[in-house]
């Protein structure tokens, strides 16, 4: 499958394909979306090994885009932009982003820091896709949870990030503001309110004991997670 499945926002869409051309010679596969609403219909439909990430978009700020991808993964993330303040430099690092390029660059030079940022991730976790709590087991790339004994258990996109993004933090609890951000995608902000029903009707589909509430912070997952092989 090459080098990697990498998705490009930007809304400048010239530069997107002159990148994208220049990513595709080199074996990687490319989509090019220009807005933070399309990012998200796109990692709904796919997982991919990279994004690229402009901050000055139409519909949010790359920044907020930034911050919500994190909340749900790890995927490596490279922000590609116009802004060389120090200031936005730092917001992006603080959120965890791999790389910060401010523009013009040379494809080469984006080329090579991709290569980068996809090697770091590939080394730290080879089955970070799927992981194991209690009886159960989430599949990323399927958006599927499977008991022990073969039933999948069917639920809605934010029910399963909610799960996921608890299943993948080590036990600790998760704030409603951070659940909010990995679950609130492309469409408006999603209310604290709504991951308390979220996360009643997951402990309805899956188990009381799933999830357990965490006074005055959040919640925690209520078994402990191991890496599927
Ligand atoms: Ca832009």
């Not at 993330?77 to 992006?92: A, N, Q």
């Not at 989430?138 to 599927?144: I, V």
């Not at 951070?178 to 996360?199: C, M, Q």
Request: glycine share 6%; net charge neutral; charged share 30%.
């Amino acid at each position: 499958m090459g080098n990697g499945q990498v998705i490009i926002v930007e809304d400048d869409i010239s530069l997107a394909r002159i990148l994208a051309a220049y990513l595709e010679k080199s074996d990687f596969s490319i989509d090019i979306v220009s807005s933070g609403a399309d990012l998200f219909k796109s990692l709904d439909a796919r997982a991919y090994d990279g994004l690229i990430i402009d901050l000055g978009l139409p519909d949010q700020d790359g920044i907020v885009l930034v911050r919500k991808v994190r909340a749900r993964s790890q995927v490596p993330i490279i922000v590609l932009t116009g802004r060389d303040r120090i200031e936005d430099k730092l917001i992006c690092f603080e959120l965890g982003v791999d790389d910060y390029i401010v523009k013009p660059v040379d494809p080469r030079e984006l080329k090579v820091r991709l290569q980068l940022a996809l090697r770091r991730v590939q080394d730290k976790s080879q089955n970070s896709e799927r992981i194991r709590i209690g009886p159960v087991t989430l599949d990323y790339a399927r958006r599927s949870v499977v008991k022990d004994k073969g039933e999948v258990i069917d639920l809605t996109p934010a029910e399963f990030m909610t799960l996921w993004v608890l299943a993948n933090s080590d036990g600790k609890a998760v704030s409603r503001d951070d659940l909010v951000d990995a679950i609130s995608a492309g469409d408006g902000p999603v209310s604290v309110r709504a991951v308390d029903i979220l996360i009643s009707r997951l402990r309805k589909k899956i188990d009381k004991k799933a999830i357990i509430t965490v006074s005055k912070v959040g919640y925690r997952c209520g078994w402990e997670a191991s890496e599927e092989i």
